[in-house]
């Protein structure tokens, strides 16, 4: 092994071709033994991946049962720090392998998938004016974009208060750039950052590409308070959703019950 090269430590890892489906369900929630088995592993494989990866440092092992001893796993400082490698290859493949439309294709299905609980997170509770029945989350590929889409909602918060609703906009830009947005351009629905793309990845979001910099694409999220994505369009489309929504126009979902919550 050449012990001065980063690339090679870190396929070492992660290399193989089911470590990083393995990172990539645990990031959206799926931590527990037989959760993992729906990417197709073998439980014998599956073991042993669990293990290398618990070895490595990348996931660490929780026990939420006694008796039999049973246990989650959960990503560690050194498994975050992956995400932004997931989210790449997840773009590259929406890009090079699977073509146009792939991503937009992946938020529409969306609907009933369960949003795990996040650092920072989009769905905790406001401040003020305690939980709401549902929250629009609307993603934007950058702080011109989102401060226009949140403006916009902004103007017709008085329409999503009747519905029960609140809004929360999401890019992929620093916390301190988000708060000198929120001021600048006086939005007053939050805003969050997933520099870290843990919302991008725990949800396989849509990307693209700025450069070297990846971004979040437009899309709307109506989320109820079980953190289950009730539906999923167009970023401009979020009242139009609930209203849906609300008269009954968009069918009921099961949550997906292999997702931590």
Request: proline share 8%; charged share 25%.
């Amino acid at each position: 092994m050449d012990t001065t090269c980063g690339t090679e430590a870190a396929t070492a890892v992660v290399g193989d071709p089911w470590s990083p489906l393995l990172l990539r369900d645990v990031a959206r929630g799926r931590r527990r033994f037989e959760a993992l088995l729906g990417c197709g592993i073998s439980r014998k494989v599956l073991t042993a991946r669990l293990g290398s990866l618990v070895g490595a440092g990348v996931l660490e092992r929780r026990q939420y049962q006694e008796s039999p001893a049973r246990f989650e796993y959960h990503l560690t400082a050194a498994g975050l720090a992956l995400l932004p490698v997931l989210a790449a290859l997840q773009e590259w493949g929406d890009t090079w392998r699977l073509g146009p439309g792939a991503g937009a294709r992946r938020a529409e299905e969306l609907v009933g998938a369960t949003v795990p609980p996040l650092d920072p997170d989009p769905l905790a509770p406001p401040a003020v004016g305690g939980p709401t029945r549902w929250t629009v989350v609307v993603a934007a590929p950058g702080p011109a974009i989102l401060a226009a889409v949140v403006r916009s909602y902004d103007d017709r918060a008085a329409e999503l208060a009747a519905l029960g609703a609140r809004l929360v906009g999401v890019a992929t830009v620093d916390p301190d750039d988000l708060d000198d947005l929120a001021r600048s351009h006086r939005t007053r629905s939050p805003l969050v950052s997933d520099a870290e793309l843990r919302l991008a990845t725990a949800l396989r979001l849509p990307l693209q590409r700025d450069g070297a910099t990846l971004l979040l694409q437009p899309v709307a999220l109506v989320v109820d308070a079980d953190r289950v994505v009730r539906a999923a369009g167009p970023v401009g489309d979020g009242l139009a959703l609930l209203e849906a929504l609300a008269e009954g126009q968009v069918h009921d979902v099961e949550a997906d019950p292999s997702v931590a919550t």
